[in-house]
């Protein structure tokens, strides 16, 4: 069964550093999505991603953030300057159609544990 | 206010019951989704019911929507030692583009 792949599983890096969170989302979706996850608290929208372009972003999602699809397969979500508040569980997902044609599930990733120090 | 709140928080019962958590959202939907997160874990697309259904069965889950209410109900009948994970319902929002808001899960653990 096809998989969203989310590189690398955990991250620990030092508070002001820059972090890249990796996803290859499945080959035939369309729509390319993060959220994230504060250990024991609720899942939260990050942004979606549709046609090379950012279609909707939360207030989580300052220009501290910023998401880019390189190339055909890969989609990353840059952190600059991390901030201790930013140690999260982070998953990227992906959807064949999005919402606008009726709704399919998304398929997530397994996370990546980002741990700021 | 929460758009997806599931209850109960946490719930545990025998291997072999069935287990029923239940959903309730604010505003109008296009879909309702159930996810299943293992701990630690990524989330796991369980089963999708749109507005217009108001029932889904996908193996031994049985999802029901009843739009009125603007509230969910997921059911897992005879449990399972693997069952034991969180569960939550994810919203899309009518009218509100690309995104799905989840709820903040029911954390089920199914006793041997």
Redesign the interface.
Known sequence: EPEVTQTPSHQVTQMGQEVILRCVPISNHLYFYWYRQILGQKVEFLVSFYNNEISEKSEIFDDQFSVERPDGSNFTLKIRSTKLEDSAMYFCASSVAGDRAGGYGYTFGSGTRLTVV | SQQGEEDPQALSIQEGENATMNCSYKTSI??L?W?RQNS??????L??I?SNEREKHSGRLRVTLDTSKKSSSLLITASRAADTASY?C?T?IMN??????????TRLHILP
């Open positions: 296009n879909n989704q996810y630690g874990r990524g989330l796991v697309h089963i999708l749109r939550f994810a899309d509100r583009d690309d995104k799905i808001i989840f709820g903040k899960g």
